[in-house]
Nanobody, 115 residues
């Protein structure tokens, strides 16, 4: 069982930055691929960024060059550094841990970007 707790969501002006954190419980955090998803009102949840257990990263096109995902397995934590934020980045951001057919989700943290 893995529990995920997100933090760092806030109201920020366009062009600003935020850093989201996801703290995970469990002794085998390093074996999970970790991802950040987001869901805006009326939209489906979408994958924003993923970092594999091996450290490879991938991003949705809309955030490439602006967001950076990173992890520290010793701290059981994954971060999402978000720069040059846009109003369209407004959403609830969820942390995800995945290994094979196992998926865990956090409860989300709200990011609001004002224009």
């Amino acid at each position: 069982q893995v529990q995920l707790v997100e933090s760092g969501g806030d109201l920020v002006q366009a062009g600003g930055s935020l850093r989201l954190s996801c703290a995970a419980s469990g002794r085998i955090f390093g074996l999970y691929d970790m991802g950040w998803y987001r869901q805006a009102p009326g939209n489906q949840r979408e994958l924003v960024a993923v970092i594999t257990s091996g450290g490879s990263t991938n991003y949705v096109d809309s955030v490439k060059g602006r967001f950076i995902i990173s992890r520290d397995n010793a701290k059981n934590t994954v971060w999402l550094q978000m720069n040059s934020l846009k109003p369209e980045d407004t959403a609830v951001y969820y942390c995800n841990a995945k290994m094979a057919f196992i998926n865990y989700w956090g409860k989300g943290t709200l990011v609001t970007v004002s224009s």
